[in-house]
Each structure stands twice: as structure tokens, then as C-alpha cells.
T-cell receptor, first 116, second 116 residues
Framework: KAGVTQTPRYLIKTRGQQVTLSCSPISGHRSVSWYQQTPGQGLQFLFEYFSETQRNKGNFPGRFSGRQFSNSRSEMNVSTLELGDSALYLC???????????????FGNGTRLTVT | DQQVKQNSPSLSVQEGRISILNCDYTNSMFDYFLWYKKYPAEGPTFLISISSIKDKNEDGRFTVFLNKSAKHLSLHIVPSQPGDSAVYFCAASATGYGGSQGNLIFGKGTKLSVKP
């Protein structure tokens, strides 16, 4: 069974630009969550989608948005990039919303975004 | 306000000895706890979980202990191996109204180094 796939693996953008990251969940998983990892803050929750609906949203500005398609694939978009947006963006999928004791979140290898 | 805290940024242990990683939480509504392991350039991988109705869960060399009164959990690795060297994240979640699972809240991680 293929794992969670994130593309691209690396991205370099300039301040003010926008970026779109893609995530393909494990087959059969309908829940997709996005996290931002930075050295000082650890993993911070961005948002979660289940069956094309945003179920939860973290404490990030509106420049961060996402969506989920009918095949459960998800994209996240960051507009008007700032230097502080440089981070590893991780996508995770699970069978049920939020994961569960028997169905934890499974993470992809992330997209490393560098904003210059 | 950090709801999940890993107060030790790093831990160094000799091969064959026990590694103990600690995690504290503040939200008494958390009822589901997990540990993830992360190698550089990879996404976090699920290691072990525990429900709040238990105080111990064991899987091979890995055991998680939960002390609800102290709002504390720990991960024991016995015996430690050089391949265990990684960053370990503690995470917690709360079951919401209607049984839906909330998003995972992560600690900032502890970097474990196991020396041969």
C-alpha cells in the first residue's frame, strides 16, 4: 500500500509570491491534515479536511488555505509569502477524522518550503 | 499556551540502556496520546499510542506509561539501539461532542541520541 505522497519535496519562492502544495493520502483514507514544522515551534496544526469539508482549522492567518478533492487528494495554498513561512509542511492522512486509537495519522515526508 | 510539553530538547543514552522520554499535558480533556518518531528528511512515523482508559501500553521494546493525575506520559525504550536515534514527538487529542476526534496537538520534540 503506497504511503502519503507529497509534492514537491523542495520549493524555493520569493517573498510576496504564492505557493500550492499537494498531498495524496493513503488509498481509502478520507481525512487529510496539514501541519507546519519549524525548528522553534515543533508541529503546528494548520487544518483538516474530511470528505471535501474543512473540519478543523488551526491558528494561522487567512493567507493559508486548503481544499480537498473528491478523490481525497488535498492541496494547501499560501498567498503573499513571508520569510517566516519557511518551514517543512507535512500532510497526514487517516481513515477517520482526526485519526483514532486504531487508526493513527500517517505522515508524508513533507515539502520543504524556503522563502527568500 | 502550550498544551503538550516536552521539556527535554535532547537526550543521550548508551546503547543497551533504557531511554525515557517524558511529556506533560495541560488539557484534562485529552483522551488519546501517541508517540511519533522522526528521522531527518522524513515525515513522522507512528510509534505507539495509549488511550486514557489505560495506564500502560507495550509494543516490543517500546512502552508508554500514562499518569492521568499528574497529566504526564513517558515513553520507555529498552534496550536502546543506535537506530533509535531520532526526534520523538508526543501528541494528544480529545474526543469532541458526538464522538468526533479533535486534531492532534504535538509537543516540540526530544532529540534522542543512542551512542554505540
Amino acid at each position: 500500500k503506497a504511503g502519503v505522497t507529497q509534492t514537491p519535496r523542495y520549493l524555493i519562492k520569493t517573498r510576496g509570491q504564492q505557493v500550492t502544495l499537494s498531498c495524496s493520502p493513503i488509498s481509502g483514507h478520507r481525512s487529510v491534515s496539514w501541519y507546519q514544522q519549524t525548528p522553534g515551534q515543533g508541529l503546528q496544526f494548520l487544518f483538516e479536511y474530511f470528505s471535501e469539508t474543512q473540519r478543523n482549522k488551526g491558528n494561522f492567518p487567512g493567507r493559508f488555505s486548503g481544499r480537498q478533492f473528491s478523490n481525497s487528494r488535498s492541496e494547501m495554498n499560501v498567498s503573499t509569502l513571508e520569510l517566516g513561512d519557511s518551514a517543512l509542511y507535512l500532510c497526514a492522512s487517516s481513515l477517520v477524522p482526526g485519526g483514532s486509537y486504531n487508526s493513527p495519522l500517517h505522515f508524508g515526508n513533507g515539502t520543504r518550503l524556503t522563502v527568500t | 499556551d502550550q498544551q503538550v510539553k516536552q521539556n527535554s530538547p535532547s537526550l543521550s543514552v548508551q546503547e543497551g540502556r533504557i531511554s525515557i522520554l517524558n511529556c506533560d499535558y495541560t488539557n484534562s480533556m485529552f483522551d488519546y496520546f501517541l508517540w511519533y518518531k522522526k528521522y531527518p528528511a522524513e515525515g513522522p512515523t507512528f510509534l505507539i499510542s495509549i488511550s486514557s482508559i489505560k495506564d500502560k501500553n507495550e509494543d516490543g521494546r517500546f512502552t508508554v506509561f500514562l499518569n492521568k493525575s499528574a497529566k504526564h506520559l513517558s515513553l520507555h525504550i529498552v534496550p536502546s539501539q543506535p537506530g533509535d536515534s531520532a526526534v520523538y514527538f508526543c501528541a494528544a487529542s480529545a474526543t469532541g461532542y458526538g464522538g468526533s476526534q479533535g486534531n492532534l496537538i504535538f509537543g516540540k520534540g526530544t532529540k534522542l541520541s543512542v551512542k554505540p
